[in-house]
């Protein structure tokens, strides 16, 4: 990597490997078990959903600092990938149900990731219709063409990180399969960015708050 490309390092990593690790932990001390009542499985699952959420707030960071131009497209690739290969590693198994649960994690943050990476990247077309693209991409799952469904996913999140919303009732009607799950990772995505845009303004002190 050119000189003045590490240059623009800023004195803040968006993402760690201990962050990781932590989230881990906390999965592990869930003892989640897919067979109790619902009730329990929400209330132990939730630490699924947050650690997709804290990996896409520190996405959403880099993003916006990519649009302040504060981070070339070379940069903002490349603190993805770093996070990519954080977060996609594979995991010590822990128990056959967690283990599901984090494959699941992984799966969707695979379809988000890959969308932030579209969008940094400028791979997408931002009049395109998301629901062509979405049907595009089930339509390849279907052919065994996965490369081309994760393609279609990652420029339906380009899209949405454009400011386009993921249509509910075609959502709903989604087919059991790997493309449901990497657009699970890209609704993750559009409930970030609606929940809060306080990724946009953020302190470099704040790596440590959430964990």
């Known amino acids: 990597m050119p000189e003045h490309e590490m240059n623009q390092v800023p004195p803040y990593e968006f993402y760690t490997q201990k962050r990781w690790e932590n989230w881990l932990g906390r999965a592990k001390e869930s003892g989640f078990q ?12 939730a630490v699924f959903v947050n650690m997709v959420d804290d990996v896409i707030l520190a996405c959403l960071k880099v993003t916006a600092r990519f649009e302040k131009e504060m981070l070339s497209k070379e940069m903002t690739l490349h603190i993805l990938e770093e996070i990519r290969d954080i977060v996609l590693a594979e995991v010590e198994p822990i128990s056959e149900d967690i283990d599901l649960m984090i494959d699941s994690v992984q799966t969707s943050l695979m379809g988000a990731l890959v969308a932030f990476e ?7 077309e931002e009049g395109a219709d998301i629901n062509e ?9 279907a052919s065994d063409n996965l490369e081309l469904a994760l393609d279609y996913t990652a420029q339906c999140g380009a899209i949405v990180l454009k400011g386009q919303t993921l249509p509910e009732e075609v959502m709903a009607d989604l087919p059991y399969g790997i493309v449901a799950e990497w657009l699970d990772g890209i609704d993750s995505i559009s409930a970030a960015m609606v929940g809060s845009d306080s990724y946009k303004e953020f302190d470099e002190d704040d790596e440590d708050d959430a964990i």
């Open 34 to 45: 897919i067979k109790e009542s619902e009730e329990e499985a929400s209330k132990e699952s």
């Open 118 to 124: 579209c969008y940094a990247m400028g791979d997408y």
């Open 133 to 141: 693209l979405i049907k595009a991409a089930i339509d390849a799952e």
